[in-house]
């Protein structure tokens, strides 16, 4: 079974502060993405990466920033946290073309107070 | 670019009664259409896809969808749901071509009533 496994479920952090939330994923996927979820606005695309050491901005980049070193784990790294990022961030792995599933991570709810 | 338009985002319905859950989807491209869903407090898993041939395509808990192209539109349909059924339902479309993310609609939630 493929696995998508993230740091945390729960996080809260304090306005102002670095945050890093991480994914790894277990089945050798090239591509990986990172996605906000909001009641009522459904998934965004914050970023994603096609390979090692690539990114691309997704629908909503401001205020996040992304690493991926390894194959296996992408991380998101929010710079100076605001309170408008608190969300659940779902990470997601994909091998190859857009025709295959991906697999999501179970979340990330992140508070920022 | 695409775009996934979900019309309803709350469908409740009284338990082994049929539902609807409509999805269209805006593209100048080739698409595959995605329907995921998300049970309570669980990650977002695959319900089904359609990628080509057959327009009707169905899920292994009696789901089904299908693709009409002149309507653009993605409906999900089952005759008669269980209370398991109950959950958020996402459409999602990517191009054909490529190596492109999947884009989501905002989601249905389906409460199925005793």
């Known amino acids: 079974d493929v696995k998508v496994t993230q740091s945390s479920r729960y996080l809260v952090k304090r306005t102002g502060e670095k945050v890093f939330l991480e994914c790894v994923q277990d089945m050798d996927h090239e591509n990986m993405f990172w996605y906000r979820q909001d009641p009522g606005l459904g998934l965004r695309l914050i970023y994603f990466?096609?390979?090692?050491?690539?990114?691309e901005k997704g629908d909503i980049p401001e205020g996040y920033s992304v690493s991926r070193e390894k194959k296996e784990r992408f991380s998101l790294i929010l710079e100076s946290a605001s309170t408008n990022q608190t969300s659940m961030y779902l990470c997601?792995?994909?091998?190859?073309?857009?025709?295959?599933?991906?697999?999501f991570g179970p979340g990330t709810r992140l508070t920022v107070l | 670019a695409q775009s996934v338009t979900q019309l309803d985002s709350q469908v409740p319905v009284f338990e082994e009664a049929p539902v609807e859950l409509r999805c269209n989807y805006s593209s100048s491209v080739s698409v595959y259409l995605f329907w995921y869903v998300q049970y309570p407090n669980q990650g977002l898993q695959l319900l089904l896809k359609y990628l080509s041939g057959s327009t009707l395509v169905e899920s292994i808990n009696g789901f089904e969808a299908e693709f009409n192209k002149s309507q653009t539109s993605f409906h999900l349909r089952k005759p008669s749901v269980h209370i398991s059924d109950t959950a958020e339902y996402f459409c999602?479309?990517?191009?054909?071509?490529?190596?492109?993310?999947?884009?989501f609609g905002k989601g249905t939630r389906l409460s199925v009533i005793a």
């Open positions: 997601a792995s994909r091998k190859g073309g857009s025709y295959n599933e991906q697999f």
């Open positions: 990466s096609y390979d090692v050491k690539m990114k």
């Open positions: 999602a479309v990517s191009a054909s071509s490529g190596n492109t993310p999947l884009v």
